[in-house]
Structures are given as C-alpha cells and as structure tokens.
C-alpha cells in the first residue's frame, strides 16, 4: 500500500473540520427546478369511509380511476374526478394522482413526437409503444393498490394537479 492510498491522519485538535456539515443549512436552489412541483403530498389524513361514499364504491372508483388513466390518458380519470370527488376524500385523492401523472405521460407523447418529427419517425416507432406500457403498467398498479383501498403514489409525476 502507498502513501498515497491511505487517508491523512485526523486531528485530535480540530473535530469540526472533519465533521461532516450540519444538516439544518439549506442547499443552494434552484428556482426554475422548484416551480414544478414533483414531490408526493402526504397521504396522511386519506383514507376510506371518510364521505358520503360507501367503501366498497369508494375502492371501486379508486381502482377505476387509474385504470381508466392507463388506458384513455386524461380523459377516463378526468371525468371520474371531477364527478365524485365532493363526495370522497379518497377518490378525490386518487383522482388528481391519476390526472397527475397523465399529463406527465401526455408529456412524454408530445416529446415522442417532437422527436418522431426530428428523426424522421424512427424515434417514435420505439418511444410510443415505451411511453403507453409504462402508462398501462402503472395504471393497473395504481388501480390494484387503490381497489384495496391502499393510497397509491405514482413513482414519478408532475404534481400540477393539486
């Protein structure tokens, strides 16, 4: 092992500068990255039986909602939404989830054709059938753990819908 292999010797003297730095100061930020808000809200205080809904049609329009999100994008989830989501905190929840992350797919459409249109197709051929399975896929994830009752979080979405 060479000298240069191994670490310097620490100072007994002088801890804080080899302390890591203190978490309570805030990073430098970036305000253009910060007006997107990306971040999950918090699911406590969401649950079922808390409206007029009973559970059973609760789980089902949760479920629903996202289903309906991985196959007609905005459309299915919209209409759900805007019906019932004065009479559940739960569906009403999932409803802005679902609607959430569909415009982050109906995103990823328009960039699939933007490209399609650069690369004269070829992109888009790949990209298309990539983005509706990653949509379909979570669709079904979110309207299996929402049938149960479960609050389901989509692992990436814009959050415009609040």
Request: hydrophobic letters at 45%.
């Amino acid at each position: 092992m060479s000298d240069q292999d191994t670490p310097p010797p620490m100072d007994d003297n002088s801890p804080e500068q080899d302390a890591p730095p203190p978490m309570d100061q805030p990073a430098p930020e970036n305000k253009a990255a910060d007006s997107i808000p990306t971040a999950a809200p918090p699911t406590a205080g969401v649950g079922l039986a808390q409206g007029t809904l009973p559970e059973n049609d609760e789980k089902t329009m949760g479920l629903l909602v996202h289903l309906l999100g991985g196959v007609t994008n905005i459309v299915g989830p919209l209409i759900i939404w805007m019906i019932k989501k004065e009479e559940s905190p739960f569906v009403n929840d999932q409803g802005k989830e679902a609607l959430n992350f569909q415009i982050t797919m109906l995103i990823g459409y328009a960039v699939t054709v933007i490209l399609g249109v650069v690369t004269g197709g070829c992109l888009s051929m790949i990209l298309w059938p990539a983005v509706f399975l990653v949509s379909l896929i979570f669709g079904i994830l979110g309207g299996i753990e929402a049938g149960k009752g479960v609050v389901y979080r989509y692992p990436f979405a814009l959050r415009l819908v609040s």
